[in-house]
């Protein structure tokens, strides 16, 4: 089974723009598409920039930066979100894709 981004599973951070967060696990909550509003875990409201998505994800994790909404400089703790590229999937088979095409026969 090759792993995916899918709401519920866990994720590893791998790239942050806060350091910190690089390393650590999270839950992903829901997709954000580009420009969208969404309600954090910790019910602020924020809205997605208009050129990326992400995902919304809660964990022992930092996010620091300015809402779009409010314009606001924040640092909130719990939650963050991040574009897919910056998250690597814990569920599933790692490696599923170097058994594709490369089953063993057995005599029978």
């Known amino acids: 089974m090759k792993a995916v981004l899918e709401a519920g599973c866990v994720a590893l951070v791998i790239d942050s ?12 909550i829901s997709w954000c598409a580009a420009g969208e509003l969404f309600n954090a875990p910790d019910g602020t409201c924020g809205r997605m920039p208009e050129n990326t998505g992400g995902w919304l994800c809660a964990g022992e994790i930092v996010c620091g930066g300015k809402m779009s909404v409010s314009m606001r400089d924040f640092r909130r703790y719990g939650w963050c979100v991040f574009t897919p ?20 026969l057995c005599n029978t």
């Open 17 to 28: 723009v806060n350091s910190e967060n690089i390393g650590k696990s999270v839950t992903l």
């Open 85 to 104: 590229q910056y998250l690597m999937p814990m569920n599933g088979d790692p490696f599923g894709h170097l058994y594709d095409g490369h089953k063993e």
